[in-house]
T-cell receptor
Framework: EPEVTQTPSHQVTQMGQEVILRCVPI?????FYWYRQILGQKVEFLVS????????KSEIFDDQFSVERPDGSNFTLKIRSTKLEDSAMYFC?????????????FGPGTRLTVL | AQTVTQSQPEMSVQEAETVTLSCTYD???????LFWYKQPPSRQMILVIR??????QNATENRFSVNFQKAAKSFSLKISDSQLGDAAMYFC??????????????FGKGTHLIIQP
């Protein structure tokens, strides 16, 4: 069964450094998303991406964040200058076409630790 | 803005018993979807069940069923014949239907379900 994959599973970085989190959505899916879950808190929507551009973004998704689909398979989240409060689990998700876009399939997550 | 509230931070049930997890939500929209996601210790979010707001019939997936009360904005999850593998965090989530797929999910804070052997 196809699944969303994410790399790395755990990323440790120093405050102020740039990080790139990578995701490979399910092939043929058209909508892509990033979510964040700070330890012990609820999952929060960051951004959605469709047709090579951002469709929706939350208040959390400020200028420090960017997303990109550099090729036909990868979907990346970049944090330009990490802060301690960026430490969280980051989940990528994808949805099929518009008809079935209500179903989002999640990846296993990347745990980001900012020191 | 939409909000999702799960009032039970933790629930415990004996194996083989039935447990109900509560969820309420607030929205001014008429078309939307509601979901229950399971997050085991591995942290991956797994879809358990989905309900379309326009459907009056409650969704059922094997041992999992929902009680959807649109007027009360309530969406509870019932797990029958609880199994040890059901132990996890359960998140209730909402998504508006806008005709496209760009909308993100709004999650509740989760309920930690413990299964007692």
């Amino acid at each position: 069964e196809p699944e969303v994959t994410q790399t790395p599973s755990h990323q440790v970085t120093q405050m102020g450094q740039e990080v790139i989190l990578r995701c490979v959505p399910i092939s043929n899916h058209l909508y892509f998303y990033w979510y964040r879950q700070i330890l012990g808190q609820k999952v929060e929507f960051l951004v959605s991406f469709y047709n090579n551009e951002i469709s929706e973004k939350s208040e959390i998704f400020d200028d420090q964040f960017s997303v990109e689909r550099p090729d036909g398979s990868n979907f990346t989240l970049k944090i330009r200058s990490t802060k301690l409060e960026d430490s969280a689990m980051y989940f990528c998700a994808s949805s099929p076409d518009r008809v079935f876009a209500h179903e989002q399939f999640f990846g296993p997550g990347t745990r980001l630790t900012v020191l | 803005a939409q909000t999702v509230t799960q009032s039970q931070p933790e629930m415990s049930v004996q194996e083989a018993e039935t447990v109900t997890l509560s969820c309420t939500y607030d929205t001014s929209e008429s078309d939307y979807y509601l979901f229950w996601y399971k997050q085991p210790p591995s942290r991956q979010m797994i879809l358990v069940i989905r309900q379309e707001a326009y459907k009056q019939q409650n969704a059922t997936e094997n041992r999992f069923s929902v009680n959807f009360q649109k007027a009360a904005k309530s969406f509870s999850l019932k797990i029958s014949d609880s199994q040890l593998g059901d132990a996890a965090m359960y998140f209730c989530a909402y998504r508006v239907y806008s005709g496209g797929g760009a909308d993100g999910l709004t999650f509740g804070k989760g309920t930690h379900l413990i299964i007692q052997p």
